[in-house]
């Protein structure tokens, strides 16, 4: 009786081949799901971080005025372009332009942009930041001449956010239009 039940078993069936596949399909499936779930979770962190950052950094420059109070390109550990809340000072804004100049590297050793030197002083960490300042008429705010721009305009950008601050200079109301953006 034993050796007649092994030799009506089969090795190869058409049911372990069916479920072989369908297994498969499901793994394939949740592994895709996993892949695109775990890729939206690292953009929003990505943009939450982006629009933190950005927030941060327009209230620290239309807020404060720095540290230390009177800061220099030669002393500055920390850059606001205030000297009240709101009041941004002419001679601080040419300063910051300077300091985060996109192609003189004259306060660099290494050979690099100011820009590429300094932005750390902002707390951009990887990413990068442009700042156009204009009256409400859209018009460009100009000091000596050159419009008050800084930092690198967006390139390539994969997430890019944008937050706008009033605030008054000479007693004229400006925008600050800062753009944190990653490439």
């Not at 399909?25 to 950005?54: D, F, G």
């Amino acid at each position: 009786m034993l050796a007649n039940s092994r030799g009506k078993g089969q090795a190869f069936s058409l049911e372990i081949v069916i479920s072989y596949m369908i297994f498969l399909v499901i793994l394939v499936m949740i592994l895709y799901l996993w892949n695109m779930t775990t890729r939206e979770i690292m953009e929003a962190n990505t943009q939450k971080n982006i629009n933190e950052i950005s927030i941060d950094m327009a209230e620290q420059l239309v807020r404060t005025p720095g540290n230390p109070r009177n800061w220099t390109a030669d002393n500055v550990s920390t850059i606001g372009l205030a000297n009240e809340s709101r009041r941004l000072m002419r001679g601080k804004m040419v300063s910051f332009m300077h300091l985060m100049d996109t192609v003189n590297g004259s306060l660099c050793s290494d050979g690099d942009s100011n820009y590429e030197c300094n932005r750390y002083m902002m707390g951009v960490m990887a990413y990068d930041f442009y700042i156009n300042i204009t009256y409400l008429n859209k018009s460009a705010l100009e000091i000596d001449g050159t419009q008050v721009v800084i930092g690198r305009s967006p390139v390539n950008e994969t997430e890019l956010v944008t937050v706008v601050r009033a605030a008054l200079v000479n007693e004229s109301i400006v925008l600050m239009h800062l753009t944190v953006w990653d490439d």
